[in-house]
Structures are given as C-alpha cells and as structure tokens.
C-alpha cells in the first residue's frame, strides 16, 4: 500500500503514552486484577416489544458456578430509579419492570466464578413474553415525527424563502444508523469496598459524570464512588454517559458479595451503549443566478427509543454556516422500539453536514460555480444566528490550503469525464463546523526538589492524546523538557475535570494547566527575590529553600469574554475517489483534511486526530450501516464481520494541515477544539466526489456499489 505520509508527520512531542498502549502496558478497565472477581452476562429479549410473562432460571442458577441470576423479580431496589421524576420518558431502568422496549434489552445477568460459565448459565436463561406491535423502521414511520420538548421550529427572516429564487435545490438525504464500534467494549468491574462505599473500574469518557450517576443510583455520597479509568480505547461519545449495564455490575456485586466483572459483547456494544440514530433530511436551497444564497429551508426526522426523548443538533448546521437573510428548520423525533441514541462524534453536525454540503454541491453544479467559490460568496463575516462577531475565523484560510494542496484547480467540473487506469476519478469537497467550548477544570501541578513537574486532573482520554497536549503546554509554560513532566488523569479521586466530550478538553484542562504552571512560576519568582529564574533553576531554587516541593491546586475556566463572541472549529475536507464503472466499488484514493482549530497544541496527535475523523467519515460515507430486520425489530449485522468499519485497505492517503492561527479569546493557548470537525463534512465530500467521479448522486448513505450501478 502506498504510504507516504511518514515524511510529512510534523515535529512535536510523540504520543506519551504510545508505548504502553502498543505493549500492553495500558490497562484498560476489563483488565484490572480484582481479588475474588466474578463475572456477570446479560442475557437479551428475543422480542422487540411487549412484556416478560415469565422467567425460568432455575436450570441456570443450578448450573456449575453460578452465584446469581438476577432479574427484575429479584433485583435489589434501585434507589435512584425510586426517586426519579414520574415522567413516562427517562433513562432505561434496568431489571425495573416487565416491559420490553427493545429487542436485545436486557432481561438478566448471569453472574458465576468464570466467565465461561456465566456465559453458559446465560444460554440457559429462558423466557417467555407477551408479544406486542412494534416499529423500527423510520422510513415508514417519518409522518409521526413530533417536536420534541420546548422544541420550536427556527425561523429567520421569512420560513421557505427559497422559493422564490430563480435558482433551487430541493432534495432528501439520509444516513443510517451508525454504531461507534470503538476498539474497546463497554467493561466495568465493580467492587464494594463498604456498605456504602464502592469502587468502579469502568469504561467511560468521564470519571466524575460516572461518580456523579452512580452515586445517586446508589444514593451514596459521590466521595464514596471511586471510578478509575486511566485508558479508555476509544469511545466517540458511547461512553459518554453512564450505562445501565454499569449500574448492572455494582448491582450485581451487592447480590453476590464480591467484586462484580460485565464486558459487554461486540453484539450488546449496538444495543447497550447508544449509536448515532439514522435520519431522514430534506434540504431546500434557492440562490441568485451569481450564486447568493436567497433562502435554506432543512428538514430532520430522527429516530429515538420508546422510552427515551434523544435529541441532538441535526439542522443547526444550517442556521450557522453561511451568510443567508432567510433561513428556516425543523426537527423532528420519532418514538422506535430501539435503543436510546447518544452523541456519536459530530454529534448532530456530522448528520445535518452531509445534507447542507452534498446540496451546496448540488446548488454548485446548477449554477455552474465551483463548489469552493459557492462557499465563498456566502462566507459568513459574522454568526448568523447571533450577529456576534467570532472569536476567530479563518475558514477562507483553510479552504485556499486545501485547494493548492490538492491541486483543486485542475478538477474537471464536469461529473464522469475522468479515468485512472480504468476507474472513474472524481474529486470533492465539504465543510465542516463545531462550536469551541471552554469549561471549568482543576488541577494539581507540583514541582519536586528534583525538577520533575507532577500534573493531576480527573479528566479521561478517549484517545486523542490528553496526556501529551497536557504535556506540550506545561512543559511550554515552565520551559521544563517534557521528560520531567508527569501527566496524571482518569481517577475521580483527582481534582475535578470534565468529561472528555464536545471537542472541549484541550480548551478546557489545558488551560487550568497553563494557569498553574503560571502560578508555580510566580511562586518561584517570590521565592528568588522577585526576579525570574531560568528552568534549569527551578530545583535549586526549592533545594535552597528546603522545600521538598511547591504545589499549587488552580481551577480555571473562561470568563465573560466566552459571551461575548461566536467561538466555532471549522474544517474542508476534500476527497479523491476512483470509482469502478463495472462494479461501483468506491475506493477513497486521497483524503485532505484543513481544520481552523486556532493554535494547534500538540501537532502530531492533532494531526493523528483530523486523520482518524477523515476514516471515520469515509466509514460513514461507505460503509457503515447498522441493519435491522424490521419484521422481527431485530439487528442483523451486530458484529464486525458484518457491520463494516474501514480498515487498513479502504484507506490511502490522508493528510491533515492546519491554518494554525491562534484564537485570541478562548483560552490562553489561542486552541480551539478539533474532534468534531475532524468528522464533519467528511461523508459529503466523499458522495460530492462521487458525482464528480461518476455523474451520480447517492444521497442515502452509506454509497455501496449497488448504488452505483
Ligand atoms: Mo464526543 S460525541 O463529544 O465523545
């Protein structure tokens, strides 16, 4: 496979924990040693909806090893599932009732001395229902769309403007559901220490979210709650929030006495865990006739679960990405029997961009502009929505990069007419946008006597590279070569952070890192008579003092100038395609990514970061597609064979470049968040580039050669 990019990988400190996750040496949460662990199973409805009529586990509990099934006949209360509000809609409750929402949910968890023989008792495990009507399928099912809570429809200026423009674009586009499927399934082992005292390993993006809802699940004191989770591998927004099969586990380790191990399955990470829920979109675009954008009108109906409103922001891509004086969206949820949805990166954007870009592809060829220029004229100066000016904008920047790096000027506009050894050759382009958030963290950073600098903070890393941007920036601030720094996260016993989510972590922790490295600066400056010491004196300062270390505990966050502006990511994706005329394959032949993420922290992980959202892109454009067989409501491909992710030979090339310009008002490094953007706008650029390629538009993802052909 051709592979050249090694070449171009910038300079910048390597991945700090690199090492021990390519040996082995990083533990992930189902691999921590707990003394005297079980192991827990679930076992999942065979129906889709209706109600357990009876349950039989008597051969599974005399089955060799097993200490527990458990069931909602015998499941232990619950408190918080007592004390919530009495609203019909509300998180899955699990083991709470009779009522089965969904094919796949849990029924029971078999809980023995080995996992084998969890998983044994677990097929022994029978029930018998009562059978009720259900829907899965959104495409017949679009008319009961309702508004979900407080939702009110946007309109700016005057609601389907576009109708009256002498040039228009009326189409419907959708996307499937796409399941995170990241490397490491769902996992927590639980263990109670005390009566009201519990430590959780468990996957999850956020170790004080997760201390936080399970300590009210189990209405303990959140200080009682110790959840660790030092590497997460990968996790997209599936671990986002808590989940019932982690309540399971705690759960389970209150019945049976010991500590309580549940890994979720590849088939239960499509039903336990979330997914980014199919859609249905109808884009309406009217322009001049010089290509001024006179009116968009976007349309989105989503699927949620049966119990659950989920919702996220499919059309406001539309109210935000270009100047436009009439703009209107709405946006719908329908009520399925599935699972609840949850964020999947680019969290609603990611959805409403491969509609509003493939259009502005479409507005593009009818009037005859070059997608770029399109973009161009319609470029918003200021937010749309708000009338704020932006923190920063440098989104021209990006798409002149792009376009010189690709060699954007010697596309043939014209779709169908270019071939490559056989194969039709296309290119195309989109863009992307994700709000820049800043929130609140604290950490602790302390100088030793020997000059190593020690940092802690409860933060979690997904993969990203938490650690070495962390890393970059102390060592930046305290001049300290990165060797001596010592980054510490994902324990809820450290110093409150957020959840790593909403491309908002680098802004966010790294600034309280900057903030304390500044302090301890200022505390060495004090302590050398009011004159700055060079970092090399650092330890002499503290030896001289006798002071075995200097600590400095900072809690930052943005102050009233985070109102002020319009803070957003931007990102053009442009993409090659060879598209085989006998049998529709599509092959990505090159990919380039240009994101304006303000000052770019870390430069091989943010590099590693726009490459990994590009993949994720060209997956969703080509193949991913979670199916469900809607005459029994159930899932058909939940597992890897079928359920497609690309792999090594689906992907080329690609290449990430940044216009690198600081943003003056989100946070002192000048950074602005990268994960969304990274994966916004990617699935357009691909269907673009296969118009280009090909003369045909597939707007129903993922484009498999039947689409094509
Ligand atoms: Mo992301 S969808 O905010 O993990």
Redesign the pocket.
């Not at 769902?186 to 005292?197: M, P």
């Not at 119990?307 to 329908?334: H, W």
């Given at each position: 496979m051709e592979n050249t990019t090694s070449e171009k990988v910038p300079a910048g400190l390597s991945r700090i924990d690199g090492r021990m996750k390519v040996t082995g040496g990083a533990k992930y949460s189902a691999e921590y040693q707990v003394a005297g662990v079980t192991y827990g199973v679930l076992v999942g409805s065979t129906i889709t909806s209706g109600s357990i009529k009876a349950l039989d586990t008597k051969k599974a509990e005399s089955a060799p090893g097993v200490l527990s099934v458990i069931t909602y006949l015998n499941a232990p209360k619950i408190p918080g599932y007592q004390t919530d509000k009495p609203s019909p809609k509300g998180p899955f409750k699990i083991f709470y009732d009779n009522k089965i929402y969904f094919n796949g949910q849990p029924v029971a968890l078999v809980i023995a001395d080995t996992f084998e023989r969890a998983l044994f008792a677990a097929s022994l495990v029978k029930a018998t229902y009562n059978v009720a009507t259900f829907q899965t399928n959104l495409k017949s099912n679009l008319s009961s769309g309702v508004s979900p809570r407080n939702g009110k429809d946007y309109v700016k200026g005057s609601e389907d403007a576009y109708k009256t423009a002498p040039v228009k674009v009326e189409q419907e586009y959708s996307i499937p559901t796409e399941v995170h499927n990241p490397m490491e399934l769902g996992a927590t082992i639980a263990r109670w220490d005390a009566a009201d005292k519990l430590t959780i390993y468990t996957k999850t993006?956020g170790v004080k979210s997760a201390q936080r809802s399970i300590a009210q699940a189990f209405n303990l004191q959140p200080d009682n709650v110790h959840v660790t989770a030092p590497f997460v591998g990968g996790?997209?927004?599936s671990a986002?929030r808590t989940w019932p099969h982690e309540i399971a586990a705690a759960l389970a380790a209150q019945v049976v006495k010991k500590p309580v191990k549940l890994v979720l399955s590849r088939a239960d990470m499509f039903t336990s865990i979330g997914y980014r829920p199919q859609a249905w979109q109808k884009i309406s675009l009217g322009a001049t006739a010089d290509g001024k954008l006179v009116g968009i009108t976007h349309e989105a109906t989503a699927q949620t679960s049966a119990y659950e409103d989920f919702t996220e922001g499919v059309v406001n891509i539309s109210q935000l990405m270009y100047a436009c004086p009439n703009v209107n969206t709405k946006y719908r949820i329908v009520s399925l029997n599935v699972n609840t949805p949850t964020?999947?990166?680019?969290?609603g954007e990611a959805t409403g961009a491969f509609a509003l870009e493939s259009a502005m592809d479409e507005l593009a060829y009818a009037l005859n502009i070059d997608p770029i220029e399109l973009r161009m004229r319609n470029y918003a100066d200021t937010d749309p929505q708000t009338g704020k000016p932006y923190s920063s904008k440098f989104l021209n920047d990006a798409y002149k990069l792009g376009a010189d790096a690709i060699g954007w000027s010697k596309r043939n506009p014209k779709p169908g007419m270019v071939m490559e050894n056989g194969w039709l050759a296309g290119y195309g382009m989109a863009a992307g946008m994700f709000g820049a958030y800043r929130g609140s963290a604290t950490v602790v950073a302390r100088l030793l006597a020997d000059g190593t600098l020690h940092i802690e903070t409860a933060v979690t890393d997904?993969g990203p590279g938490t650690g070495t941007a962390m890393t970059t920036i102390a060592s930046e601030v305290m001049g300290i070569s990165s060797d001596k720094i010592n980054f510490k996260l994902g324990d809820s016993n450290m110093p409150p952070s957020p959840t790593?989510?909403?491309?908002s972590v680098t802004a966010t922790v790294g600034s309280a890192v900057s903030d304390a490295c500044n302090q301890l600066k200022e505390k060495l400056k004090e302590l050398n008579g009011n004159s700055e010491s060079a970092s090399s004196g650092y330890a002499q300062i503290l030896q001289q003092h006798n002071l075995p270390q200097l600590e400095v505990t900072v809690t930052s966050k943005g102050g009233p100038e985070l109102g002020k502006y319009a803070m957003y990511s931007w990102s053009v994706h442009f993409i090659k395609v060879l598209v085989n005329p006998a049998t529709g394959v599509v092959k990505i032949d090159k990919g380039l990514s240009v994101a304006d993420a303000g000052k770019i922290v870390s430069p091989k992980t943010a590099r590693s970061q726009m490459i990994g959202g590009s993949i994720m892109g060209a997956g969703m454009a080509l193949m991913e597609e979670a199916v469900i067989d809607h005459r029994y409501g159930r899932l058909v491909n939940n597992n890897f064979a079928d359920y497609h992710v690309p792999v090594q030979a689906d992907i080329p090339q690609i290449e990430a470049l940044f216009v690198n310009k600081p943003d003056p008002y989100l946070n002192p490094m000048g950074s602005k968040g990268m994960?969304?953007i990274a994966t916004i706008g990617v699935a357009a650029a691909v269907a673009n580039a296969v118009f280009n390629a090909t003369g045909k538009r597939v707007r129903d993802l993922p484009i498999t050669p039947d689409k094509l052909v």
């Amino acid at each position: 496979m051709e592979n050249t990019t090694s070449e171009k990988v910038p300079a910048g400190l390597s991945r700090i924990d690199g090492r021990m996750k390519v040996t082995g040496g990083a533990k992930y949460s189902a691999e921590y040693q707990v003394a005297g662990v079980t192991y827990g199973v679930l076992v999942g409805s065979t129906i889709t909806s209706g109600s357990i009529k009876a349950l039989d586990t008597k051969k599974a509990e005399s089955a060799p090893g097993v200490l527990s099934v458990i069931t909602y006949l015998n499941a232990p209360k619950i408190p918080g599932y007592q004390t919530d509000k009495p609203s019909p809609k509300g998180p899955f409750k699990i083991f709470y009732d009779n009522k089965i929402y969904f094919n796949g949910q849990p029924v029971a968890l078999v809980i023995a001395d080995t996992f084998e023989r969890a998983l044994f008792a677990a097929s022994l495990v029978k029930a018998t229902y009562n059978v009720a009507t259900f829907q899965t399928n959104l495409k017949s099912n679009l008319s009961s769309g309702v508004s979900p809570r407080n939702g009110k429809d946007y309109v700016k200026g005057s609601e389907d403007a576009y109708k009256t423009a002498p040039v228009k674009v009326e189409q419907e586009y959708s996307i499937p559901t796409e399941v995170h499927n990241p490397m490491e399934l769902g996992a927590t082992i639980a263990r109670w220490d005390a009566a009201d005292k519990l430590t959780i390993y468990t996957k999850t993006q956020g170790v004080k979210s997760a201390q936080r809802s399970i300590a009210q699940a189990f209405n303990l004191q959140p200080d009682n709650v110790h959840v660790t989770a030092p590497f997460v591998g990968g996790a997209f927004g599936s671990a986002l929030r808590t989940w019932p099969h982690e309540i399971a586990a705690a759960l389970a380790a209150q019945v049976v006495k010991k500590p309580v191990k549940l890994v979720l399955s590849r088939a239960d990470m499509f039903t336990s865990i979330g997914y980014r829920p199919q859609a249905w979109q109808k884009i309406s675009l009217g322009a001049t006739a010089d290509g001024k954008l006179v009116g968009i009108t976007h349309e989105a109906t989503a699927q949620t679960s049966a119990y659950e409103d989920f919702t996220e922001g499919v059309v406001n891509i539309s109210q935000l990405m270009y100047a436009c004086p009439n703009v209107n969206t709405k946006y719908r949820i329908v009520s399925l029997n599935v699972n609840t949805p949850t964020p999947m990166r680019g969290p609603g954007e990611a959805t409403g961009a491969f509609a509003l870009e493939s259009a502005m592809d479409e507005l593009a060829y009818a009037l005859n502009i070059d997608p770029i220029e399109l973009r161009m004229r319609n470029y918003a100066d200021t937010d749309p929505q708000t009338g704020k000016p932006y923190s920063s904008k440098f989104l021209n920047d990006a798409y002149k990069l792009g376009a010189d790096a690709i060699g954007w000027s010697k596309r043939n506009p014209k779709p169908g007419m270019v071939m490559e050894n056989g194969w039709l050759a296309g290119y195309g382009m989109a863009a992307g946008m994700f709000g820049a958030y800043r929130g609140s963290a604290t950490v602790v950073a302390r100088l030793l006597a020997d000059g190593t600098l020690h940092i802690e903070t409860a933060v979690t890393d997904i993969g990203p590279g938490t650690g070495t941007a962390m890393t970059t920036i102390a060592s930046e601030v305290m001049g300290i070569s990165s060797d001596k720094i010592n980054f510490k996260l994902g324990d809820s016993n450290m110093p409150p952070s957020p959840t790593q989510g909403g491309s908002s972590v680098t802004a966010t922790v790294g600034s309280a890192v900057s903030d304390a490295c500044n302090q301890l600066k200022e505390k060495l400056k004090e302590l050398n008579g009011n004159s700055e010491s060079a970092s090399s004196g650092y330890a002499q300062i503290l030896q001289q003092h006798n002071l075995p270390q200097l600590e400095v505990t900072v809690t930052s966050k943005g102050g009233p100038e985070l109102g002020k502006y319009a803070m957003y990511s931007w990102s053009v994706h442009f993409i090659k395609v060879l598209v085989n005329p006998a049998t529709g394959v599509v092959k990505i032949d090159k990919g380039l990514s240009v994101a304006d993420a303000g000052k770019i922290v870390s430069p091989k992980t943010a590099r590693s970061q726009m490459i990994g959202g590009s993949i994720m892109g060209a997956g969703m454009a080509l193949m991913e597609e979670a199916v469900i067989d809607h005459r029994y409501g159930r899932l058909v491909n939940n597992n890897f064979a079928d359920y497609h992710v690309p792999v090594q030979a689906d992907i080329p090339q690609i290449e990430a470049l940044f216009v690198n310009k600081p943003d003056p008002y989100l946070n002192p490094m000048g950074s602005k968040g990268m994960g969304e953007i990274a994966t916004i706008g990617v699935a357009a650029a691909v269907a673009n580039a296969v118009f280009n390629a090909t003369g045909k538009r597939v707007r129903d993802l993922p484009i498999t050669p039947d689409k094509l052909v």
